[in-house]
């Protein structure tokens, strides 16, 4: 079975620093972008950053600077570096493979999130 499987959230004080890990594992022939995305409550999910297989990278205008993305392709493990953690950074984090294949088909894969809070 295929999944994605997140690590690393937690509980920190604002200006803190955490770092998310989501590896995917199972038979997988080849994953492009890998990504998070985070929702707070009463909030929709949004994007926080993305990374391709070659080490291009997208972030969002709220963490820029702030948010590192990386990935390990041997391992198949995507990175989330926070720093400067504020309160508006609580929610529940979730891993995205849009791109990645499998069973002779691409899906769109998505790990069971992990929750990040930001005390003031």
């Known amino acids: 079975q295929v999944q994605l499987v997140e690590s690393g959230g937690g509980l920190v004080q604002a200006g803190g620093s955490l770092r998310l890990s989501c590896a995917a594992s199972g038979s997988i022939f080849s994953i492009d972008t890998m990504g998070w995305h985070r929702q707070a409550p009463g909030k929709q999910r949004e994007l926080v950053a993305t990374?391709?297989?070659?080490?291009?990278?997208i972030y969002a205008d709220s963490v820029k600077g702030r948010f590192t993305i990386s990935r390990d392709n041997a391992k198949k493990t995507v990175y989330l570096q926070m720093n400067s953690l504020k309160p508006e950074d609580t929610a529940v984090y979730y891993c995205?493979?849009?791109?990645?294949?499998?069973?002779?088909?691409?899906?769109?894969?998505w790990g069971q999130g992990t929750q990040v809070t930001v005390s003031s």
């Open positions: 995205n493979a849009p791109g990645i294949y499998y069973s002779g088909i691409y899906h769109n894969l």
């Open positions: 990374i391709t297989g070659g080490g291009r990278t």
